[in-house]
């Protein structure tokens, strides 16, 4: 027969297993705190390129987006090279210079405006190629009269210099 324990004894065994659980815990996390498991902090961008190639892509940035704020399409043009590529996590892919053109007209231009984070864009140069720029922006509806606080989001622009000129090749729009 085995012995059966009153509920007074059963009660003290529960809290002592679950005193004993709880300093268990308690001491793993605070360990935690101070090993591997501790949570990594993304490093701040520290620029690895020269002041005056990261104001390029800045300047760049601010001349495509003014254009394309004001619906300058010929300022636009000159900065989208022929094979541009689209990413966009709502509208999905294009590959075509053309329809992305025509999409701003007929979605943007008087419509949408955009505005970019302050201090936000990072600028990464590829060897042999161009640039990586990344940041975040916003865009602000015109025709509501209170939108209320813009919501930024990442973006990933690659530019190609070529030919003395540069383009913007790729775009990932996040939303």
Not at 93 to 105: L, Q, Y
Not at 111 to 117: A, D, F
Not at 156 to 162: A, E, G, P
Request: contains cysteine; hydrophobic residues 35%.
């Amino acid at each position: 027969m085995v012995p059966r324990l009153d509920n007074d004894a059963m009660n003290t065994t529960n809290r002592r297993n679950k005193d004993h659980l709880f300093f268990i815990l308690f001491i793993f996390l605070s360990t935690c705190r101070f090993s591997g498991f501790a949570q990594i902090e993304i490093p701040k961008y520290q620029p690895q390129v020269t002041k005056a190639f990261y104001q390029t892509i800045v300047t760049l940035d601010s001349l495509f987006f003014d254009a394309y704020n004001h619906c300058n399409i010929p300022v636009m043009d000159s900065l989208i090279s022929e094979d541009l590529e689209f990413y966009h996590d709502k509208g999905g892919f294009s590959n075509s210079k053309k329809e992305t053109i025509e999409a701003v007209k007929r979605n943007i231009c008087g419509k949408v405006t955009r505005e970019l984070l302050p201090g936000s864009i990072e600028v990464y140069e590829i060897k042999g190629y161009g640039a990586v720029e990344i940041g975040f922006h916003g865009f602000r509806n015109n025709r509501e009269k209170e939108s209320g606080p813009i919501h930024y989001s990442k973006f990933v622009h690659i530019w190609r210099f070529q030919n003395s000129r540069w383009k913007i090749t790729r775009v990932i729009s996040l939303h």
